[in-house]
C-alpha cells in the first residue's frame, strides 16, 4: 500500500505540479486539492506549495490562510495529521498560526534563486527521519520573502525545544551555497511544531529530487521519502 | 456635462468636413487619405484610433514588410514547420506528437521609461502570445542591451529591468533559462529588453486567431479594461467630450501578473475541453487588433458592442476603450452552446469573462456604443492593408573607414605576463563577467523540467518525462559584428545560437528573431536593416532553420545616434532524451580538452579589442555555414555517442573565454599547450566562429578523433582539464580563486 498525499492549488500556485511529481517520484500518491473545496479528499497528509497565492500582494500567505481548504487544513494538522509548508506554504503555516513567526522581505531586497546549503538540525520530525541530524544537503532557495523573523522568546523556545529544523550553512564558500540568503534570524531556513507533524521552510525539496533536473542533486527526496514510510508504518 | 454628438458611421458620413486629429495620431497625410478612401466617407473618431494604431510602425511593419517577405521567399524546406510567420508564433514540430512554439519580442521603448513595468509586461506580452496557439507556456529568456556598464543611468535601467522580468515571470512560475547581458555606450538611451518564450502542446491542440462560423460568440477575459497604454486616443476624446476626466494618462502599461498565472490556467483549461474555436490576446492596440485581427483572419465579419466590455475606469471613451494596452487581457470566440462552460471555467478561476460581440455572416467588423454604429470597416484593410513604404537605403559613408580600421593591426600582448593581465581583464569585464547576480534574481526552477539553464550554452528544458525529450533554446546577437558588416553579423547571431544549441546535445530546428535598429527615415540604417535580414534569410535556407516569426524594433535611436544593428536571433532544437545533454562545466580531472574548428588571426569586433583597446573597425569573423551545420553535426553525434562529457562554444572572448568558463562551472582547472601554427594571443583571443572547445574522456579520444578525421572536420588536442589553476604552458598560471574573483565581482561591484 502506499500513502496518499494532498498538494493544495490556490490561485497564484506555482509549484503544484512539481510537488505532485516529487511526491510520485517518492512513490507516494499525489491528491490535487483545490482552495475553494473544503473537502481533503481522505489523504494522509497535505503539502502547501510554493508560490504567489492570490498574487502576495497584501503580504505573503495572509490571504490564502482564510480560505476555506486551509479550515480543514488546520483542523487536521491540530488533529496530528503531517502538514509540510513549503516557502509560499511555510508562509501560509505562519499566517495560520500553526507554526510560529513570520518572513519578511529579503534583507538584499532582492529575489534570490539559488542552489542553498543548509544543516538538518531536526531528523525526527514527520518530514525528516530518512535525514541524519548534522547532515547537510544543497535544496534550491528562490523567493522574494525568504526572512525568517521572530520575537526573541520565540526564538529561544524553538531553539530549546530542538525545533529548528533546518538551518543555513553560513560558513563556507559562496559557490557552493553558503551564506545566510535573505538574513533570517539565527539562520533560520525552516521550522517544526512541538508535535514534529507540521514542518515549513523556505527552499525547495520539490525541486532536488531527480538527478538531470534543476541542479542535478536528489537531495530533497528524503522529505518525500520520510513521510511516505511514517504513514505506511503507521 | 455638456456632449457632442456621439461620432456615429451615419454622422461621420453626413458631417465629411469635420477636421479629425490624424497627425497627432501619427498617420500621414497620405495614409489619411487612404483611410477616406478606403472607407468613401471621412472616418469616425473610433475608425481613426483604430487604423492610426493598426498602420504604425509597431503594428503594421510598414518599414520593414518589404524585406521581411525573404523569410519567407527564401524558407528552407521543413518537416518541422507547422505553423509558419502570421500567427501571434510559430509552431515546430518536435517529434513524439509534440509541438513547440517560441517567439521573442521587443519591450525596449516602454523599459527605458519605465524599466520595471516596461520589462514586465514584455514577459506578459510574449507568454500571452504563447498561450495564444494553445501551448503551456514552459519557459522564458531575457536577451538584454545596456548602455556603459559604468554610466550613472545603467544603474537606473538594468536593476529595474531585471526586477521586472523576475517580478513577473518568477510570479508565473515560467522558468528562466536563457539570455543574454551586453552592455555597450551604444545602447544609452536605448536599452534593448527583448523577451522569449517557448510553450509546449500536442499536435491536435494547435489553436490559431481566427474568427470563423456565424453566431459564435467573442469573448473578452481577463483584467478590466484601463486607460494605460492609450497614447494619442487621449486627443480622440478630447475631441468627443469637454468634461473633466484624468488628463495624465500612464503611457507604459502597468502588469499583474498574478492575473496573467490565473489567465494561463484558465485558457488552457478551456483549451482541455475544446471550447475555443479561434483566440487572440491583447497586446499593442488591444480590442483594435484583436478584433480586427480575428474578423480578418475568418470567414466571417464580427459585431461587437462596446459597452459590454468591463472597465476599470467608467469615463473612458470608445475610442480609448478600442486601444487600451490594459494587459492580462484575452479574446476568444466560442460556439453558443460552449458559452457557459466556457464561463464556468473562467469564474473557477476567478476571471473576469463577458460575451461582448459575435460573428456575423458578412465580411464587416461592426462596433456599436451607446447604440450608435461607431466603426464599419472591412477588417482586412485595418489588420493587413496598411501602407508598405519602400524605404530608401544606401551603404554608409563610413562604412569603408570603418572597415579599413583593422584590429588585427591593434598592438599585442607579448609576454606571458602581458598575456595574463589582459585575461584577467577580459574575464572581468562587464560583457564577459559572469551575470549570475542577474540571472540569481530569476526562478530557473520552477515546473521541474530544467535540464540547462544560463549560463550553459542553451536552456534546456525536458518535455516528455517518460521518453526524456526536451527542447533547447539559446539567444545570440553582437552589435558590434553587426555594424562592421550587418550582413555577416546577422549570419553570426545566427551561427552562434545554432552552434550553442548544438554544444549541449540538441538538433537546432527553427529561428526565431528580434530585429533592433535605429530610425528606418535614415537611409545607412535602413541599408543594416535591409542587409542583415538578407543575410539572415540566406543563413537560414543555408542551415535548414526556417524563421518562424518574431519582430521587429525600429527607431532605437537618440538624435542622429542609432544604436549598432542589433538582429537577436534565438534558435530552437530537440534533443531525443535529456540525459544526453552536454554540460559546459568541466567535470573530470584528465579528460582531454580537443579545440574543434579552424584558429585564424580575427579580432575585427572581438571582446579583446573592446576590452583592452576599446576599439571598434575591422572586419568580424568569417561565415562558413557548411562549418557551422559539420560542427553541430559532430557535436550532436558526441553527445548522443557519449564520447564527449563538456563542450563549450567559442564565441565572444575566445577559446580563453570558454575556457575560464568551464573551469569555474565545474570547479576544475585546465593545462592548456599552445598548438603547432598558432602564437598564445591568437590561440586564446581569436573570435574565428565555427569552433568549440570540448573534453574527452581517455577512453573515447581515439573514437572522437576517428569521427572528426572521417567527417573532415579540424580537432586539435589542446590541453587536459586538471587542478585548480588554468594554466598556459610556458606562458602564465592563474589559480581559479583569482578567476572567480575576476569574473563575479564586476558586476555586483557596479549594480548592487
Known sequence: ?234 | MSRTPLDTVEHAAATPDVELPWAELGLKKDEYERVVEILGRRPTGAELAMYSVMWSEHCSYKSSKVHLRQFGEKAPESDALLVGIGENAGVVDVGQGYAVTFKVESHNHPSYVEPYQGAATGVGGIVRDIIAMGARPVAVVDPLRFGAADHPDTKRVLPGVVAGIGGYGNCLGLPNIGGEVVFDACYQGNPLVNAGAIGVMRHEDIHLAKASGAGNKVILYGARTGGDGIGGASILASETFDDAKPSKRPAVQVGDPFQEKLLIECTLEAFREKLVVGIQDLGAAGLSCATSELASNGSGGMRVTLDDVPLRDSTLSPEEILMSESQERMCAVVEPDKVDRFLEICDKWDVIATVIGEVTDGDRLEIFWHGGKIVDVDPRTVAHDGPVYERPYARPSWQDELQADDANKLPRPETGEELKDQVLKLVGSPNQASKQWITQQYDRFVQGNTVLAQPEDSGMIRIDEASGLGVAIATDGNGRYAKLDPYAGAQLALAEAYRNVATTGAKPLAVSDCLNFGSPEDPAVMWQFAEAVRGLADGCLQLGTPVTGGNVSLYNQTGEAAIHPTPVVAVLGVIDDVARRTPAAFQEDGHLLYLLGDTREEFGGSAWSQVVHDHLGGLPPKVDLERERLLAEILISASRDGMIDSAHDLSDGGLVQAVVESALLGGKGARLVVPDGLDAFTFLFSESAGRAVVAVPRSEEVRFTDMCGARGLPATRVGVVDGDTVEVQGEFALTLTELREAHEATIPALLA
Not at chain 1, 38 to 67: E, M
Not at chain 1, 151 to 156: G, P
Not at chain 1, 187 to 213: K, Q, R, S, W, Y
Request: aromatic share 6%.
Open chain 1, 1 to 234: 500500500m502506499t500513502a496518499r498525499i494532498g498538494v493544495v492549488t490556490f490561485p497564484g500556485s506555482l509549484d503544484d505540479r512539481d510537488t505532485r511529481r516529487a511526491i510520485r517520484v517518492a512513490g507516494a500518491e499525489p491528491v490535487a486539492l483545490w482552495h475553494k473545496d473544503k473537502d481533503l479528499k481522505q489523504v494522509d497528509a497535505v503539502v502547501l506549495c510554493g508560490g504567489f497565492s492570490y498574487g502576495d500582494y497584501l503580504r505573503a500567505g495572509a490571504i490564502a490562510r482564510f480560505s476555506p481548504v486551509m479550515d480543514t487544513v488546520i483542523d487536521q494538522a491540530r488533529a496530528g495529521m503531517p502538514v509540510l509548508g513549503i516557502c509560499n506554504g511555510f508562509q501560509i503555516l505562519t499566517e495560520a498560526h500553526l507554526l510560529p513567526g513570520g518572513m519578511l522581505g529579503n534583507d538584499h531586497l532582492h529575489f534570490i534563486c539559488r542552489d542553498q546549503k543548509l544543516r538538518v538540525e531536526n531528523a525526527d520530525t514527520a518530514w525528516t527521519t530518512d535525514y541524519t541530524a548534522g547532515q547537510e544537503i544543497h535544496i534550491p532557495l528562490k523567493n522574494m520573502d525568504g526572512r525568517y523573523v521572530a520575537d526573541r522568546r520565540t526564538l529561544d523556545e524553538l531553539e530549546a525545544e530542538g525545533r529548528v529544523a533546518f538551518r543555513y550553512v553560513v560558513r563556507g564558500e559562496a559557490a557552493d551555497g553558503c551564506g545566510n540568503p535573505n538574513g533570517s534570524l539565527n539562520d533560520i531556513a525552516g521550522i517544526t511544531n512541538a508535535a514534529g507533524n507540521v514542518v515549513g521552510l523556505m527552499p525547495h525539496p520539490e525541486h532536488a529530487v531527480e538527478p538531470l533536473i534543476g541542479t542535478g542533486r536528489t537531495d530533497g527526496l528524503p522529505f518525500f521519502t520520510s513521510i511516505l514510510k511514517k504513514l505506511v508504518n503507521a
